[in-house]
């Protein structure tokens, strides 16, 4: 048996030969110039420049199965299951298909099929045509509203907009007729639910509240995770959701999730998207901590037929974990603490050297430092967090620029 492999990451990162070294699996890799020779143990393996916008990458997939056939693709980046997905379906090759790749990727097409179920809470939303789109929009629905790409990555490129004049003003960009989408700003508290679906239904999940959230560098704030404890009702019922949701779209047998959320003061649960693969940033380390599962392993393994144990999610849950990635200042960084005084804290981490100097901060993960707690219910992680963050905000001085 063989798989093809889209790969950009580092064997540090996913380390693909220690996964499946019990699987009598002959691996082919398709990848970037920066990580390829990190698999010197793969005899056929390619790079491409640009991967994901270059074309020859899919020609050569084809040319190479008509000629050493394999029978099924592994891709766990965003931006490459689009493509697996329409090689597999070209290919009749098992596991997600062009038309649920899509479903769960393209932001109109997943919230075009949610609305016309009637089952599923989704904000205002439109695709952007013209400018006219945007005026007709507000008109209707008012301010604040969030403008995104519809098939963009984590929250890059996403703004929102509190008022005409704002809004106006962008409007002397070309951003608009970048592919993007209008919809009305939610008033709530993000979370987030993740986890594994075999043979089309969730075996294992587990929720996060946002702290703060993935827009929030736009107030120059960081961003953080405080894990439900089992007993936490909100838990429940957002796992709930996410399984109409799953019966909705095109679901396929086997797939990792990403679902994000938010509950608003008048207690609904409002969904503001879904993705068929694993979180990014910081998340998938602290599922691993909490449950010691590493989603994308488990996936991978089970697409090559290898169902493993699913970790115990009560007895995971008796308690809490967080973190929370602290965010930099315009400036130079001239010192922050080695160590925080607190024996809650789990794990800090010091992620940039003195002397870096942060300009344009453009992006949600941006971080200098990251600090992980402990705590028995998620409340007391919130502040705990809250705690370990003055500290090192406190005790961090800036060059301002």
Not at 38 to 56: A, C, H, L, Q, T
Not at 116 to 128: C, G, L, M, T
Not at 245 to 268: C, G, Q, R, S
Not at 381 to 397: F, K, Q
Request: net charge negative; aromatic share 12%.
């Amino acid at each position: 048996m063989t798989v093809l492999i889209l790969n950009r990451f580092s064997k540090k990162r996913k380390d693909y030969i220690e996964w499946f070294k019990d699987i009598n699996e002959e691996i082919i890799m398709f990848g970037v110039p920066e990580t390829i020779d990190d698999f010197p143990e793969v005899e056929y393996r390619k790079s491409y420049i640009n991967m994901e916008n270059n074309g020859k990458l899919d020609w050569d997939a084809v040319s190479l199965f008509n000629e050493k056939p394999f029978q099924t693709i592994l891709a766990l980046q965003e931006s490459q299951l689009i493509r697996a997905g329409r090689l597999r379906t070209l290919l009749g090759l098992k596991g997600q298909s062009h038309q649920s790749a899509v479903a769960y990727r393209n932001k109109i097409i997943m919230k075009k099929r949610l609305k016309q179920s009637k089952e599923i809470n989704i904000a205002p939303f439109r695709k952007i045509e013209d400018p006219v789109d945007l005026f007709e929009f507000t008109e209707k629905h008012g301010y604040p509203v969030v403008i995104k790409p519809i098939q963009g990555f984590d929250s890059r490129n996403t703004q929102i907009f509190y008022n005409q004049e704002q809004l106006y003003n962008w409007l002397c960009t070309d951003e608009w007729m970048n592919n993007r989408m209008i919809e009305k700003y939610i008033e709530g508290t993000m979370y987030h639910v993740n986890g594994i679906v075999i043979n089309g239904e969730i075996k294992f999940s587990c929720v996060f509240s946002y702290i703060d959230n993935c827009l929030s560098y736009l107030e120059a704030k960081g961003v953080g995770h405080a894990l439900l404890e089992y007993e936490n009702p909100l838990r429940e019922l957002l796992i709930k959701n996410v399984e109409k949701v799953i019966e909705i779209l095109p679901t396929p047998d086997l797939m990792t999730f990403h679902a994000e959320y938010f509950y608003t003061k008048e207690n609904e649960i409002v969904l503001c998207e879904i993705a068929s693969r694993t979180a990014g940033g910081s998340i998938p380390n602290l599922i691993f901590d909490a449950f010691n599962i590493d989603l994308d392993r488990y996936i991978s393994r089970a697409q090559l037929g290898v169902i493993d144990p699913i970790p115990d999610e009560k007895k995971s849950l008796a308690s809490s974990i967080g973190n929370y990635l602290v965010p930099p200042k315009e400036g130079i960084l001239k010192g922050y603490p080695d160590k925080l005084p607190f024996n809650w804290v789990t794990k800090y981490e010091r992620k940039r050297p003195i002397g870096q100097c942060f300009e344009n901060i453009n992006k949600s993960f941006q971080h200098y430092a990251i600090v992980h707690v402990k705590g028995k219910n998620e409340q007391e992680v919130r502040e705990r967090i809250e705690i370990a963050v003055a500290y090192i905000e406190n005790h961090t001085t800036w060059e301002i620029l």
